[in-house]
């Protein structure tokens, strides 16, 4: 690993963490040097490279724009378009929907199957990569099998359900049905990036911590919600976060399953601003979408954390 | 009693976790046969809804005509060395700065975080056309170098790397501290290997990420001795006519290498709980 | 304090960054004279997949060695031609778009209006470039205001009706003929439909998007109806002649329930290739893959109303663009017209499947080899002449699409009646033509 340019930070004494009582002043400023020295690489590039984009999406909100002619300013009229766009409505509601169908599975389904996949026994690596599969399977291809599986007439599930004796259903071709099979879809797909960060952490759980509550007389269940669970608390906070924040922006399945359809139930507000900027030429009014749901996914994201300060979880 | 979540399943006796594990493993393992099953499919086969599970002949002409008519080799040759860089770059970089956020306490640090978080929350759909400017203005345009930038460091790997640095106990860093090592040296010897589970899952995703990036070099990239293989596949369909027996061998050949990096990654997720069971 | 200032930095980098990579934008200066020896480089976008990109690649290696002063550099630009578009944007916010580009027929009046089209009407109108031989359709597109010419017609096709034999074998009934009308389609397709084996007469695009749209205009105007008024200002499907339209397609869907309804718009010709679908309106662009499917299929005229069997029609373009220099300007015509003219289309649109662009190729050799390879592909470029109408061309007709389109899937699905889903289209509809002028 290269070393050299992170040495002006080696020689820095750990100022950050250790109270001092002269210069006070001069080990803030020490601290400061250290900790951007850290994380200073990484967050320029992420920064530089999203900041300019963000803020010409942002002046686009306010423009009306079709891609090709010059673009017109016209203040907070997309904005207040949006407010009385019932067909957004719809999209924002779509989305909650989804996200709080997925984000609960999704993070339970990850613990379950990380706590079950994170022990020694034969055939392990085999089952862990089998999770892992879905993962790797692009949308279109989770789009096309979905469609394999869901189609109301040829699917392979209304099939069996045939042959169990139980009606068929319409599932992606009906309104009621097919966000809920794309976030069936999803959780397959996604269980993976879950399970994955979760069996990570449990490497983390101290064996000691585990041993002395065994000592206690503490059974698995117990030992489980004692002692390794509140580990997983920062992990936890992440990858809701995360999964959240990707529910939210949810386009891809259902671009290769519905298309927003039937009849839009499945229009979510991440299809919503494509459609309106790429099939309606009507950029400014999709930026402006994207500002909304921003600011959604922003106070979204500030309630988890400060939940999670509330109870102390030490997570943020 | 109960199932034992962390027990030290005598090696002898064959765990009941089997029969959970082997049903779920099979429903996961699905879009992978069905990929593989379409890769060998006759062409007429492929074209037909619903198609058949079995195809009534094993016909590998997809995987004769990508590799011998298309610049597959070329394009795998390039995602790999855009996977490459981004992994090495993140692993460094990521855990840096993940560290920095989890356990310095300095000026901005929130602020940094949050600023960091907020960049994924606008859709990417609508920052490409910007995203195309900056990246003509950096000359980038048209070459790896645009497949490669995006990936040198993200949000993801920064905020994964410092939730599980917060999840790491504190006491072995401190005692570090005290016997007089500088935080380089703390992170250098005594947490970095700790992270090896954290870093294997950065690099996993890392790979993917990177590897399976398509709606970027879409627009970044035109010229096609610097397309990827996602790229290089996008372009067997068309809006009209798609190239079937193509895209599906390529489709296998593009996830394979993903499926054998992992089963050798997660090597890293030892349990450690049966380890210290043994020794106590 | 700490986070006013952080916010403040973050502005400032903001509006500089947008100042300077906005700012210093066109500072090249093109020749202002023409001279037809010096060195010239031109970018060709041309939205094909593999096999068509190829070929368009030899053809302009071709050309080079003909005129060794110009290079032309051709990629296809973006996978799909969808995608085409995001390019063209982002091109011409940061002035590095191509010379000629493959552009959809819908995009020609917003691609007119951004002011970087080349207008080639003067020189079009020359005799030996044969623009009469472009069928008509196409040529209004590629004038989609009717003031500048902005490139030259690409891809020309049509909507006909194509029959699967071995769905109609099995239920005995008779193919359809070039004399059909609606009403024969209809009682067809009842017949073809057997829910025990989930075979359907015939297929319809539920999807909303234009493919939903635009295989209902023939309906309409075979019943003397209109998309737009005669000033092309407001919306006029709304007619008694868009209702009756409607009406005979959701009697089908709904009532005699004999259409595969496609939300997708990607698993009905895949069903038709199956054998699970009897008729579906399409063009050439099915042919291949019916042949490697080995369907076996029939193409016919679409039914008529009266006798008429006007179809609608899907001209694609080369868009010519304009970078303030003359030889650019010369060479990027001078080549599209090489390509577009029919030596050179033989090569192209007729090797890959598609109809000729010109009338005159009809006859040739070449085509004549690939009607034998794709049978019922004269049908289709006969059926040219049945594609009276082009749809509109104004900058307003995507939202218009989208309205329609709504309402078609609505009403198709059982959700509207006709009548009223169609006057609120119509509503919609005109509020997009009036925020597009």
Sequence with gaps: MTTTELSPAATAPSGADQPDRSGRRHDRWRAALTGWLFAGPATLIVLGLSIFPAGWAFVLSLEKWNGFSPPEFVGGKNYSRLITDAEFADAVLHTIIYTAMFVPMSVLAGLFLAVALNRRIRFIGIYRTAIFVPFVASAAATGILSTYLFSPQYGLVNNVLQRLGLPAQGWLEDPAQAMVVIAIMSLWGQAAFTTVIYLAALQDVPGELIEAARVDGAGSWQTFWRVIWPQLRPVTVFVTIWQTIGAIQLFDLVYTTTRGGPLNATRTIVYFLWDKAFRSLDFGYGSAAAYVLFAITLLTTIGVVVYSRRKNMEAF | ?280 | MKRRITFSVVTALVTLGLAGLTACGSSGQGASSLDKDAKVSLTMWTGQTENSEKILEGLAAEFQKAHPNVSIDVSSGASSTDDLLQKLSAGFVGNSYPDISYAYGSWASELEASGRTLDITDRVAEPDVKWNEFPEGARLTARPTGKKTIGFPAIVDNLTLLYNKTVFDAAGVPYPTDQWTWDDLRAAAKKLTNPATSTYGYAYSVSGAENTVWKMWPQLWQNGGEILSPDQKTAAFDSDAGVKALTFLRDMAVTDKSVYLDQTDTKYEQLFRNNRIGMMASGPWVLYDLKTARTKYGVTLLPGTNGDHQTASGPDLWALFDHHDKNREYWAYEFANWLTSAAQDERWNVAVGNLPLRSSEVGSAAFKTQVKTYPGLDIMAANGANAKKVRPTVSGYVGLSQAIGAAISEVLQGRAEPKPALEKAATKANTALEAAR
């Design chain 2, 1 to 280: 009693m109960t199932v034992d979540t962390t027990s030290k399943a005598p090696k002898s006796r064959p765990s009941g976790w089997h029969l959970l594990l082997a049903p779920v493993a099979l429903l996961f393992l699905l879009p992978f046969l069905q990929m593989f099953l379409a890769s060998v499919s006759p062409a007429d086969e492929l074209l037909k809804f619903p198609p058949p599970i079995i195809p009534s002949r094993i016909d590998f002409s997809g995987f004769v005509t990508l590799f011998t008519e298309s610049d597959a080799l070329l394009w795998l040759g390039n995602t790999v060395l855009v996977a490459t860089s981004a992994i090495v770059s993140h692993l460094l970089l990521c855990s840096l700065a993940g560290y920095g956020f989890a356990r310095l306490a300095f000026r901005g640090r929130t602020v940094g975080i949050f600023m960091i978080l907020a960049t994924i929350m606008i859709p990417t759909q609508l920052l490409m056309i910007p995203t195309y400017l900056l990246f003509s203005r950096l000359r980038l345009i048209d070459s790896l170098g645009a497949a490669i930038v995006p990936w040198l460091s993200s949000a993801f790997g920064i905020f994964l790397m410092r939730q599980f640095f917060l999840s790491l106990p504190k006491e072995l860093e401190e005692s570090g501290l005290i016997d007089g090592a500088n935080r380089w040296q703390v992170f250098s010897r005594i947490v970095l290997p700790l992270a090896k589970p954290a870093l294997a899952t950065l690099a996993i995703f890392t790979l993917l990420g990177s590897w399976n990036d398509l709606v970027w070099p879409l627009i970044a990239i035109n010229n096609d001795h610097a397309f990827t293989l996602q790229l290089g596949l996008a372009n067997f369909q068309g809006t009209r006519r798609t190239e079937w027996s193509l895209l599906m061998a390529g489709n296998v050949v593009a996830t394979l290498p993903l499926i054998l990096f992992f089963l050798i990654a997660q090597k890293q997720f030892v349990a450690t709980m049966t380890l210290s069971g043994l020794k106590g």
